[in-house]
């Protein structure tokens, strides 16, 4: 996909983002997970930005379908799927244990051992926490991905609420970016 087509996908993105955000949320209500379909968008569309080397996109972007196109629907179909997969998950009300598992997904499982008899979970959350905090300071990044992150990762506020004068795409990649990073270094941390 040339630069021409990535912005033509993100434009597509911004355009299409709240009627998929309606969908999240009437999908998410369903499940009794409202308070996740933001999320849950969130990784549909950092999973879609995954795929800009598919040639697919753009046609299915132009490809005309009852009321939408091709890749409206494929974007529904996999925000449905999401869905049904967060419901397993435990309901993630506080910051630290929403960082804790957005990170925490993607490792091996047998990197998350919990041992009570060392500290108690709430304790182990709050030094992941820190950690990530500390990290985010080390990392060579501009100031406001870092702010970006802990708006949305730590302060859990949507990210149509950040006040910069960033498109929603844009956010979202920014934060897909940061999320990386932190990622590569807690998997350099779980070697050591």
């Known amino acids: 996909m040339n630069i021409m087509e990535g912005n033509e996908l993100l434009n597509f993105i911004d355009s299409r983002y709240f009627h ?64 049904l997969q967060w419901q ?11 960082i804790g598992f957005v990170l925490c997904e993607s490792l091996p499982v047998d990197c998350m051992s919990y041992d009570p008899q060392e500290k108690s979970l709430s304790q182990q959350l709050q030094d992941f926490h820190d950690w990530v905090i500390d990290l985010l300071n080390r990392l060579d990044i501009p100031s406001n991905y ?17 006040e910069g004068p960033e498109s929603i795409a844009t956010r979202y990649r920014i934060l897909e970016r940061v999320l990386d990073l932190v990622r590569q270094e807690l998997k350099k941390a779980m070697k050591m």
């Not at 397993?88 to 929403?98: A, E, G, P, V, Y």
């Not at 970006?148 to 950040?162: A, H, N, R, S, T």
Request: contains cysteine; proline residues 1%.
């Open 146 to 162: 870092r702010q970006l992150f802990i708006f949305y990762y730590m302060e859990c506020c949507p990210v149509k609420d950040w």
């Open 20 to 83: 998929w955000l309606e969908y999240a949320i009437y999908k998410s209500k369903q499940y009794h997970i409202e308070d996740e379909a933001e999320d849950i968008l969130y990784k549909v569309i950092c999973e879609l930005l995954e795929k800009k080397n598919d040639s697919r996109l753009i046609d299915f972007m132009h490809e005309k379908k009852k009321n939408g196109t091709t890749l409206d629907f494929y974007v529904l179909g996999a925000i449905k799927y999401k869905v």
């Open 88 to 98: 397993t998950f435990h309901q993630l009300k506080s910051s630290r244990k929403k």
